[in-house]
């Protein structure tokens, strides 16, 4: 079945620094993916979705990029401020009509000091 | 933005009680999705649904049941509570990308 990994549980940073985040998935069919932030006691929002391979996608100052030859699909922010701090899922969905069929990975808490 | 309402926002139940999850959308979307969060798996899918009388099994459907009564509606039931169901819950619908409510936190004692 598909699968999503995120190798890092938390990520603490200092205001300013660049963020990345690590996204690699595994499936065997043509996928969207999509990083979700969800804020402290606050819904899951939609940050960031892809399904072009090599062609970056941007959002709120954060950008990804879906590189299928590596199955990965990294976020990244060029100077971290002090809202980024939440908790971020990368997922994916299978084909392009029911986008709701999600899978998570695990989750990378990022937590920006001043 | 798209509207998900979830009901209760907190429920403790008891060992083998029944709890029924409500959720409530005016966005007219077809697709609605219920999911679990824990930490170290993320959002695991339980059940979704196409529309008013469907429901489908998701990725850990053991233990839940769900039901579509009408386009708005979709609840999340679980007969027989036990205490690995200790959870957040959320809701989800379907337009042009999916919305969460703000989710249940259930605590099964």
């Known amino acids: 079945g598909d699968s999503v990994t995120q190798t890092e549980g938390l990520v603490t940073l200092t205001e300013g620094l660049p963020v990345m985040l690590n996204c690699t998935y595994q499936t065997a069919y043509s996928t969207f993916l999509f990083w979700y932030v969800q804020h402290l006691n606050e819904a899951p929002k939609l940050l960031l979705k892809?399904?072009?391979?090599?062609k970056r996608t941007e959002h709120q100052g954060f950008h990804a990029t879906l590189h299928k030859s590596s199955s990965s699909f990294h976020l990244q922010k060029s100077s971290a401020q002090l809202s980024d701090s939440a908790l971020y899922y990368c997922a994916l969905s299978e084909g392009t009509q029911v986008v709701g069929q999600l899978t998570f990975g695990s989750g990378t808490r990022l937590q920006v000091y001043a | 933005e798209a509207a998900v309402t979830q009901s209760p926002r907190n429920k403790v139940a008891v060992t083998g009680g029944k709890v029924t999850l409500s959720c409530n959308q005016t966005n007219n979307h077809n697709n609605m999705y219920w999911y679990r969060q824990d930490t170290g798996h993320g959002l695991r899918l339980i059940h979704y649904s196409y529309g008013a009388g469907s429901t489908e099994k998701g990725d850990i459907p053991d233990g839940y049941k769900a039901s579509r009564p009408s386009q708005e509606n979709f609840s999340l039931i679980l007969e027989l509570a036990t205490p690995s169901q200790t959870s957040v819950y959320f809701c989800?619908?379907?337009?042009?990308?999916?919305?969460f409510g703000k989710g249940t936190r259930l605590t099964v004692v």
């Open positions: 989800a619908s379907e337009g042009t990308e999916v919305f």
């Open positions: 892809s399904s072009t391979d090599n």
